[in-house]
């Protein structure tokens, strides 16, 4: 099992998370682009970057970041 520091960021593909196609690393819970508190505009490669999200089920807070398709 991960640690929390390491579950804080998870990389995932851009169109599985518009999808609601990505799992909570805490719950399981699928979350997607209703759940963004903030867009990070600042790691690249294509705006928006990244994403911080929270978790609807357990109200945890992780950064999404967007990787290749």
Avoid: W
């Amino acid at each position: 099992m991960q640690k929390i520091d390491e579950r804080r960021r998870i990389t995932v593909d851009r169109r599985a998370f518009n999808h609601y196609e990505i799992a909570c690393p805490f719950c399981g819970e699928n979350v997607g682009p209703r759940f963004v508190t903030r867009e990070h505009l600042d790691i690249p490669p294509n705006p928006p970057y990244a994403a911080t999200v929270r978790c609807p089920r357990c109200k945890e807070e992780f950064e999404v970041l967007f990787g290749a398709s």
